[in-house]
């Protein structure tokens, strides 16, 4: 059994979005009760990832790290077209996940306690982001 | 044919503990002889990643370059609720893997020689971590 | 329904290459028009990722990114059995990806438009490198 839909997603500038009720509700219309469920991003400057999603502190603090890690601007980086932000969005999402893979159980995703399902925006400017979603089982 | 699993690991504090032969005996046991196994771990403070399996010294070059990159105490963090080594922890995890998605070939993972599957304690001190594994195939 | 083989790279050391219209030629011979893709490196000093596929400077500044974050033949590696490219590709590697999961939809990747599909070669020398794919669907 397959289900596939895109979630459309309008982000507001850099920063992380929670998708987790979305990916939730999408897996129990879907009908499957054990298998796999797939979170793809079709862009190359925003990201996923799984992350703590009980204090807000931790979204700021990944992204004082990412902002240190690979500065707005940082002249080793030739490919400005867009903007300072534009490779770093590239890398950061490099660094991170294009897609996630989260088991099935109980036609619910199997995410621990404290895990949160999060789009993080690399961009300054807020965009319309798709993200596809595949879910595969009995 | 779906099989899925929970491990329940108990690791020492901070390192690397090698899965391969729990999750390749899952594999045999599940009776897939063609598809994919996903490794996903149910935390956000400890990761999981593939890497070399022969010398030990890969995992400690990996700690002291992840320790140099992630400093436990940084003052860049505020979210600091369960000492300096909680955000690090985080950031680890997400600069890492929180699914593996290994293919499934002759009932045996389709690894390379030298590719090991690890889980990586960020925490120092030690935890029960649990690791759902789903085999899907033929 | 299952389709499984294996893809041969021959690099030319340190760079990226682009796999996709390999991926895509797997996926439309496969049959399956809706399920997932697995793009899966059997190595450890390479790995894969999904990024910008348009302007060749993205890759030029990934790979001077990632020179100075793991720059070759820091001393704080131990492990240099091969030479200063040896840890550096293992760590690059842990950092990016072993494995893909791409969406299939109407028997194609769906990617989004700016996505390719590359195998990062992060070992000065060249190398036969093996890629596995699993496509999975109806």
């Known amino acids: 059994m397959i289900s596939q839909q895109e979630l459309s997603v309008s982000t507001r500038g850099r920063g992380t979005y929670d998708l987790s009720r979305q990916v ?7 009908g499957v009760t054990a298998g796999m469920c ?3 991003i ?5 990201s996923l990832m ?9 979204m700021t603090d990944l992204e004082t790290f990412m902002s240190r890690q690979v500065p707005d601007g940082d ?3 030739i490919h400005t077209a867009e903007g300072p932000d534009d490779m770093p969005a590239h890398v950061r999402s490099v660094l991170t996940q294009s897609d996630l893979n989260i088991p099935v159980r109980d036609g619910r995703c199997a995410l621990g ?14 965009h319309n982001r798709r993200v596809f979603l595949t879910i595969q089982g009995e």
Chains 1, 2, 3 share one sequence.
């Open 50 to 58: 799984l992350c703590e999603n009980a204090d807000p502190d931790v």
């Open 75 to 77: 002249p080793m980086f």
């Open 38 to 40: 797939n979170v793809f």
């Open 42 to 46: 079709r862009h190359t400057s925003a």
């Open 24 to 30: 939730q509700k999408a897996v129990s219309e879907s």
């Open 113 to 126: 306690t404290w895990q949160g399902i999060y789009l993080w925006e690399h961009r300054h400017h807020g």
